[in-house]
């Protein structure tokens, strides 16, 4: 049985390039104008309450304070004021809601991940394999192709279960790979 947290760390250093593509793409329309990365956002009394983390169609991510929590927002919850983009929340209220999400997010991945579990790669719909234990950093998830840990940072809750952060064919090639013999 091997871990596969160093294939899983390659993956995301191949596939950084693509997300940071993704991110800087074209800025997102709003009621404040264009939304670009970087940017500082504002609250109703001007005061800067965070900056623009990444742009999507549907979604402008907000890092707040030290960057240390980011709010997904709808561009039309943006207005315009003096400075740039406003929005009517405080950076209280905005790292509230991050809190908030992100306790949302580690107990939906908390009643997913028990023993039984189906594990389905990054598009949701192919089963890689079963949940046979859960440690506090390391998932065992049993394959046809055998057993493997997999860190649990490497899970989320998806609306079909348990999800994977590799698709379902780097899954097996990386159990594959982590089923091979050192020297």
Not at 87 to 96: G, I, K, P, V
Not at 112 to 140: H, M, Y
Request: charged share 15%; glycine share 12%.
């Amino acid at each position: 049985m091997r871990t596969i947290s160093v294939l899983l760390a390659g993956l995301a250093l191949a596939t950084a390039p693509a997300i940071a593509s993704a991110q800087t793409a074209s800025p997102a329309p709003g009621a404040a104008g264009p939304l670009t990365v970087g940017a500082s956002i504002y609250d109703a009394s001007g005061s800067q309450i965070g900056t623009i983390d990444s742009v999507t169609g549907d979604s402008v991510v907000v890092a707040t304070g030290t960057g240390t929590n980011k709010v997904a927002i709808p561009p039309a919850s943006f207005g315009k004021g003096a400075k740039g983009p406003t929005l009517s929340a405080t950076r209280a209220q905005l790292d509230a809601a991050a809190s908030q999400a992100a306790d949302a997010s580690k107990a939906a991945l908390a009643s997913k991940l028990v023993a039984g579990a189906e594990v389905r790669g990054s598009g949701g719909a192919t089963v890689v394999g079963t949940v046979k234990t859960v440690e506090a950093d390391a998932v065992l998830v049993g394959t046809p192709k055998g057993d493997v840990r997999v860190p649990v940072t490497a899970f989320r809750a998806g609306p079909s279960g348990l999800v994977v952060a590799m698709t379902a064919t780097e899954f097996d090639a990386a159990v594959v790979a982590a089923s091979k013999p050192t020297n």
